[in-house]
């Protein structure tokens, strides 16, 4: 697995700086979390990172790939995929929402031309039996033929990080994935989280407030504030930075469940 590095991101909006000289590095194999108060950045970083922004200077790559200018079906394809902070799924069963992860992958080689007919019916079998076990690896495996609107919103949300899982990315980047939740089901998308990353070995980008799942998870933290990097290292390093703890701990413990 092929580590990403974000190196010296800066995006501007009109009047705004959202990140400024960003860096950070996703090892492989390894959890990441960007940390910070509403408004640091992070899901704009999110956002480069899949895509969805330019950065006004600054690269990111996987490996020795160039990502930054690329379009996010790309990015995807290449082995980066997302989740959203909002819920973003189809209509339809679980089971579709995996197929339309999955269809963004395997259409990728159709488009290229690299499929025939004989090869589609294939394809669409083995597609199922991959978002099958994408399914029950994320534990949603008695859910699979229910309609996504009707799961309760802890499993609705996991949809989401089984559908990036679809796309068998090198790097799942995950924006808040238990916001919302109660803390069972917390407890439950924790564990998903760590059983993903030791069966698939894929790196983690970890989006998220709850400042023990934080530290339980990341094997490193980077802070922003204000779309500037104020601390990276351990999760311990960071926990003990002076302006870490004024511009965030402080408040994020306080949060309510
Ligand atoms: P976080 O995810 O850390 O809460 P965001 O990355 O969503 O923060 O936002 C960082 C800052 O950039 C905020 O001030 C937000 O209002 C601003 N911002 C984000 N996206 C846009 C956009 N498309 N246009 C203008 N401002 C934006
Ligand atoms: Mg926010
Ligand atoms: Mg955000």
């Given at each position: 697995m092929p580590p990403l590095h974000v190196r010296d991101v800066t995006v501007?909006?009109?009047?705004?700086?959202?990140?400024?000289?960003?860096?950070?590095?996703?090892?492989?194999?390894?959890?990441?979390?960007?940390?910070?108060?509403?408004?640091?950045?992070?899901?704009?970083?999110?956002n480069?990172?899949?895509?969805?922004?330019?950065?006004?200077?600054?690269?990111?790559?996987?490996?020795?790939?160039?990502?930054?200018?690329?379009?996010?079906?790309?990015?995807?394809?290449?082995?980066?995929?997302?989740?959203?902070?909002?819920?973003?799924?189809?209509?339809?069963?679980?089971?579709?929402?995996?197929?339309?992860?999955?269809?963004?992958?395997?259409?990728?080689g159709f488009a290229a031309g690299a499929l025939r007919l004989p090869y589609a019916v294939r394809e669409q079998r083995e597609n199922l039996e991959k978002v099958r076990e994408i399914a029950e690896l994320t534990g949603l495996g008695p859910h699979f033929d229910r309609p996504v609107a009707l799961l309760p919103y802890g499993d609705r949300k996991r949809v989401e990080l089984a559908r990036a899982l679809c796309l068998e990315p090198k790097v799942l980047l995950l924006d808040e994935p238990v916001a919302g939740m109660n803390a069972g089901e917390r407890a439950r998308t924790a564990e998903v989280v760590t059983e993903v990353r030791a069966r698939l070995g894929l790196s983690v980008l970890l989006v998220e407030h709850d400042m023990g799942l934080v530290m339980r998870l990341a094997d490193e933290v980077t802070v922003l504030d204000f779309g500037r990097l104020i601390a990276q290292g351990t999760p311990d390093e960071v926990r003990a930075h002076p302006q870490v703890l004024r511009a965030y701990l402080g408040t994020a413990n306080d949060r309510e469940d």
């Open positions: 501007r909006f009109a009047g705004l700086t959202a990140l400024e000289g960003v860096s950070l590095t996703v090892a492989p194999g390894t959890v990441h979390a960007l940390i910070g108060p509403n408004g640091a950045g992070k899901s704009t970083c999110f480069v990172l899949s895509g969805l922004y330019r950065p006004s200077c600054g690269t990111v790559h996987l490996g020795d790939t160039d990502l930054t200018r690329l379009a996010p079906h790309r990015i995807a394809a290449l082995g980066v995929a997302r989740t959203f902070q909002n819920i973003v799924t189809t209509e339809g069963t679980v089971a579709d929402n995996l197929m339309v992860g999955r269809h963004a992958l395997t259409r990728a």
